[in-house]
C-alpha cells in the first residue's frame, strides 16, 4: 500500500496548479489553472527512490543515492499512448484521467481553462508496489509541465512544478 507523506507545487503566473492530500483514504485532487494556451504542452515524470536515511548531503552518512527509477518526458497529446508501452503504470494513469474523475485535456495545444483530477491515487493491488517495496525508504515523484516552442524544438521553459513523496508499506 502506498502512503503519502507530502506534496508541493511551484506555480508561474501563467499556469496554477493546487493539490489536495487526503490522508484517510489516500489520495489527492488537484485543480490547474491555465491563464493562457500551451502550444506543445508536455509532462516531465522522475521517480525517484530516496536513501534511506534522508539527509541534505548528496550522499547519505551509509553512501547511498537517491535512485532514479523512472524518468521521461512526454508530450501530453502523446502521453495515453506513451503509458500502454509502460504497463506498471498504466491502469493508474486510466484511473486518475478517467471521465468523471478528471477533465484534464491532453490536447496539444492545451487551451485555457480549468481542469480538475478528482481521484489521484495508487490502488493498493498495483503490481509494481510489491516491487517498489523496501523498509523505510521514500519515494519522490518529481513532475515538471513544460511548454516546448513550436518554432524551436530544443527549448522548454517550465510552467509549474510538483513533488509529492510517498513509502509503500505491507498490508497484512
Known amino acids: 500500500v502506498m502512503k503519502l507523506l507530502g506534496v508541493s507545487t511551484w506555480e508561474t503566473p501563467v499556469y496554477?496548479?493546487?493539490v489536495n492530500m487526503f490522508e484517510k483514504n489516500n489520495s489527492m485532487s488537484s485543480v490547474t489553472t491555465v491563464l493562457q494556451d500551451?502550444?506543445?504542452p508536455m509532462w516531465r515524470i522522475v521517480l525517484i527512490?530516496?536513501?534511506?536515511k534522508r539527509t541534505?548531503?548528496?550522499?547519505s552518512p551509509r553512501g547511498e543515492v537517491p535512485r532514479v527509477l523512472y524518468?521521461?518526458?512526454?508530450?501530453?497529446?502523446d502521453f495515453m499512448k506513451y503509458m500502454?508501452?509502460?504497463?506498471?503504470?498504466?491502469n493508474v494513469a486510466k484511473l486518475v484521467l478517467a471521465k468523471g474523475a478528471s477533465n484534464m485535456s491532453l490536447a496539444c495545444p492545451l487551451k485555457r481553462g480549468v481542469y480538475v483530477m478528482n481521484r489521484i491515487q495508487v490502488p493498493p493491488d498495483t503490481a509494481i508496489l510489491k516491487f517498489m517495496y523496501h523498509p523505510n525508504t521514500i519515494y519522490t515523484l518529481d513532475g515538471t509541465v513544460l511548454s516546448q516552442n513550436p518554432k524551436d524544438k530544443g527549448s522548454l521553459r517550465t510552467l509549474c512544478r510538483y513533488e509529492i513523496n510517498a513509502t509503500i508499506f505491507k498490508s497484512c
Do not use: D, E, M
Open 38 to 40: 500551451v502550444a506543445i
Open 56 to 59: 541534505s548531503a548528496p550522499v
Open 84 to 90: 500502454r508501452h509502460v504497463s506498471a503504470w498504466n
Open 49 to 52: 527512490q530516496q536513501p534511506r
Open 71 to 77: 524518468n521521461a518526458t512526454t508530450k501530453t497529446c
Open 16 to 18: 496554477g496548479l493546487k
